[in-house]
């Protein structure tokens, strides 16, 4: 999901310019400017919303199962290309200087996927204009301009399809050209189960690049922002012995339940000293939440790879 997108990006460019003498603060920019990017192509997911629209709303599992039928109708597709991501982003960097300029090669990019593909895939365009743009001026705003602007904004763009290839349907590429690069799906593993686990794992990698990039430019260190509940992810391999073995195909109750572990993040949790219960901060929930993500995600999987299932 957008999640990992947004945070490799943020990681990869963030780290990247203080490697080419930017200051943390100038880094910090940067990287955030990228991962918002990356996470604009992630706007078709907005017409999955209609697959909510006829649905029993009391039956969680028909809602999801809705939810994501209807995502593949549009999803990874004109917003996951290479092609339409390098125009893109150079409109997207003319936006906040060259108003009328960037407007009308947007608009004829519109233009182009009603021509090839009809009015739908035309609406998500649309959408994933108006995001693009609205993440340049804000990135313009903090001094992201020029040929900076569109370098972030074409490594957010063009890194983003290369997260969708183990999950799901592979991206269009190459949208509008007549090339198909993959006919599938990258394999991590001939066993389904996992090779979602693989997937999630590299879904996890991707969100905590970002996060200790974060920690880093920031000062922080990461022994100060984890709490020992994260240990209690472990306990999750015992869904092994419950949950049927997800694939990708069906991974719903995997992957909210093992999200759902994270909660133990922002749990309060009482003062030394004190009967009143403290909120974590916010980069202690985040970090604790995560790691106990990833240690259900490792305990699980070595559960069923041990034969517990």
């Excluded at 895939?121 to 020029?146: E, K, N, Q, S």
């Excluded at 996060?211 to 992810?233: C, E, I, K, Q």
């Excluded at 003062?271 to 490792?298: D, I, K, M, N, Y």
């Amino acid at each position: 999901m957008f999640v990992g997108h947004a945070t490799f990006a943020f990681g990869v460019v963030a780290l990247a310019a203080v490697r080419l003498g930017a200051s943390r603060e100038r880094a910090l920019a940067l990287g955030v400017a990228a991962g918002l990017f990356a996470a604009v192509p992630d706007v078709d997911m907005a017409y999955a919303l209609v697959g909510l629209l006829t649905v029993d709303p009391t039956s969680p599992m028909a809602v999801a199962q809705s939810f994501w039928g209807a995502s593949t109708v549009v999803h990874r597709a004109v917003t996951h290309s290479l092609v339409v991501g390098v125009p893109a982003a150079a409109a997207f960097a003319l936006a906040p200087t060259h108003r009328r300029l960037a407007a009308a090669a947007l608009a004829a990019l519109v233009g182009v996927v009603v021509a090839v593909s009809g009015p739908l895939p035309a609406v998500i365009v649309g959408l994933f204009a108006a995001g693009g743009w609205f993440v340049a001026h804000a990135a313009h705003a903090y001094d992201v301009r020029g040929a900076t602007l569109f370098g972030v904004a074409l490594v957010g763009l063009l890194t983003h399809p290369f997260g969708d290839l183990f999950t799901g349907q592979p991206p269009e590429l190459f949208y509008p050209l007549d090339v198909a690069v993959l006919d599938g799906r990258v394999a991590l593993s001939a066993d389904p189960t996992l090779h979602l686990l693989g997937a999630f794992g590299v879904e996890l990698f991707a969100i905590w690049l970002g996060v200790a990039a974060a920690l880093w430019l920031t000062g922080r260190r990461f022994a100060d922002h984890v709490n020992p509940r994260a240990a209690s992810g472990a306990a999750y391999a015992l869904a092994v012995l419950v949950l049927p073995p997800p694939t990708v195909d069906a991974s719903y109750q995997f992957v909210f339940s093992v999200v759902a572990v994270g909660f133990v993040g922002v749990v309060p949790a009482p003062r030394f000293g004190q009967r009143s219960l403290a909120l974590p901060s916010l980069p202690t929930g985040l970090v604790t939440g995560l790691a106990a993500v990833t240690l259900a995600g490792v305990a699980y999987a070595v559960a069923y790879a041990t034969g517990l299932a």
